[in-house]
């Protein structure tokens, strides 16, 4: 099976300007997570889709929003971008049926987005 | 509400010298545990996971982890260092109830040949 793929790869974008991401899950996944990582803050939940619906959210404000669509691909957009959003993204896929085990998350490569 | 803490933020052993990552948790209810690996410029890897099965739990590249719930540690070992391990590795925890990750602060592993 083909793994989790993220594009872009890499982004620059000016401060203010909004920004979309993109992740295909793995073929069969329903549950797609977004991650931001940053040398200061680390590795940190920003929200969940599955089935199309967003079933948890991390502590971002309302600028970081996101959508899955029912081919279980997911976006995520941030609006009005700001020097502190420069981050690797990284989207995961899972899942998620009735086996605990099956919540276990695969990861694409990221995608960086540098803001200037 | 979950949280991990690594011991330490970086590691350096030897090439064939034993590794040892430390990982503490806490969890309100049984968790799952993992560990990640990332080099690079690369995503996440994941190693080896614990899911309320056996306490012993070997992943991949000859890693294992021990859960141990009295000590409310899951540390990562492997017998004998290769250069190639040289990468960050993060412990997570995931809930009961829902799936979402909590990473730990990451710890960087460094192999000196």
């Known amino acids: 099976k083909a793994g989790v793929t993220q594009t872009p790869r890499y982004l620059i974008k000016t401060r203010g300007q909004q920004v979309t991401l993109s992740c295909s899950p793995i073929?069969?996944?329903?549950?797609v997570s977004w991650y931001q990582q940053t040398p200061g803050q680390g590795l940190q939940f920003l929200f969940e889709y599955f089935s199309e619906t967003q079933r948890n959210k991390g502590n971002f404000p309302g600028r970081f929003s996101g959508r899955q669509f029912s081919n279980s691909r997911s976006e995520m957009n941030v609006s009005t971008l700001e020097l502190g959003d420069s981050a690797l993204y990284l989207c995961?896929?899972?899942?998620?049926?009735?086996?605990?085990?099956?919540?276990?998350?695969?990861f694409g490569p990221g995608t960086r987005l540098t803001v200037t | 509400a979950q949280s991990v803490t690594q011991l330490d933020s970086h590691v350096s052993v030897s090439e064939g010298t034993p590794v040892l990552l430390r990982c503490n948790y806490s969890s309100s209810y049984s968790p799952s545990l993992f560990w990640y690996v990332q080099h690079p410029n690369k995503g996440l890897q994941l190693l080896l996971k614990?899911?309320?099965?056996?306490?012993l739990v070997k992943g991949i590249n000859g890693f294992e982890a021990e859960f141990k719930k009295s000590e409310t540690s899951f540390h990562l070992t492997k017998p004998s260092a290769h250069m190639s391990d040289a990468a960050e590795y993060f412990c997570v925890v995931s809930g009961w109830f829902d799936s979402t990750l909590t990473f730990g602060k990451g710890t960087m592993l460094l192999v000196s040949p």
């Open positions: 614990y899911t309320s099965a056996a306490t």
């Open positions: 073929s069969g996944h329903r549950s």
């Open positions: 995961a896929s899972s899942f998620k049926g009735k086996d605990r085990a099956s919540y276990e998350q695969y």
